[in-house]
T-cell receptor
Framework: GNSVTQMEGPVTLSEEAFLTINCTYTATGYPSLFWYVQYPGEGLQLLLKATKADDKGSNKGFEATYRKETTSFHLEKGSVQVSDSAVYFCALSGTGGSYIPTFGRGTSLIVHP | NAGVMQNPRHLVRRRGQEARLRCSPMKGHSHVYWYRQLPEEGLKFMVYLQKENIIDESGMPKERFSAEFPKEGPSILRIQQVVRGDSAAYFC?????????????FGPGTRLTVL
């Protein structure tokens, strides 16, 4: 079956530091890949997505590139802010006729002023 | 366009009682997913429904849990005879169609506490 592996958190950074959160996956077929963000007390919301190999998703300064050769979709941001503190989930869409996505366990990011 | 609505936001039940969680999908969305989130355990898929049909319930415990999405009204996740281990955040998500590339739109969740 499909699976998503994210780096363990929490990731603790100072404001304006560079962020990388690693995500690798195994999947049959050709899934779309997503990053969702969850702020405290809220539901998940889509941050960015990529639908095919070599696509780059970007939003609010965050970027991730769909790397088929390394089965990865690492999330990056050049300069984090305190307001980026949240839990980040990597996910892949259902494949093989399934509509059920697969989520990683989430990585908590804490940004200090 | 209102987003996905869930209620109640917080629900407290004693062991053995029933919990009913409601989800109204975004307007125009006919597909609903329920997830459970436990601390440090990420998001676990429970059930996927379309109007009046359960499409996939492979993630839902076979006993005490049930879900429905009637023709009219919200989707309901029902937990009978709750136990302490049912304490978690339950999230509903909707999508406009069953194509797997669609992003999911999440509600704010219902936080269930079983005393």
């Amino acid at each position: 079956g499909n699976s998503v592996t994210q780096m363990e958190g929490p990731v603790t950074l100072s404001e304006e530091a560079f962020l990388t959160i690693n995500c690798t996956y195994t999947a049959t077929g050709y899934p779309s890949l997503f990053w969702y963000v969850q702020y405290p007390g809220e539901g998940l919301q889509l941050l960015l997505k990529a639908t095919k190999a070599d696509d780059k998703g970007s939003n609010k300064g965050f970027e991730a590139t769909y790397r088929k050769e390394t089965t990865s979709f690492h999330l990056e941001k050049g300069s984090v802010q305190v307001s980026d503190s949240a839990v980040y989930f990597c996910a892949l869409s259902g494949t093989g006729g399934s509509y059920i996505p697969t989520f990683g366990r989430g990585t908590s990011l804490i940004v200090h002023p | 366009n209102a987003g996905v609505m869930q209620n109640p936001r917080h629900l407290v039940r004693r062991r053995g009682q029933e919990a009913r969680l409601r989800c109204s999908p975004m307007k125009g969305h006919s597909h609903v997913y329920w997830y459970r989130q436990l601390p440090e355990e990420g998001l676990k898929f429970m059930v996927y429904l379309q109007k009046e049909n359960i499409i996939d319930e492979s993630g839902m415990p076979k006993e005490r849990f049930s879900a429905e999405f009637p023709k009219e009204g919200p989707s309901i996740l029902r937990i009978q005879q709750v136990v302490r281990g049912d304490s978690a955040a339950y999230f509903c998500a909707s999508s406009p169609a069953g194509t797997s590339d669609n992003e999911q739109f999440f509600g704010p969740g219902t936080r269930l506490t079983v005393l």
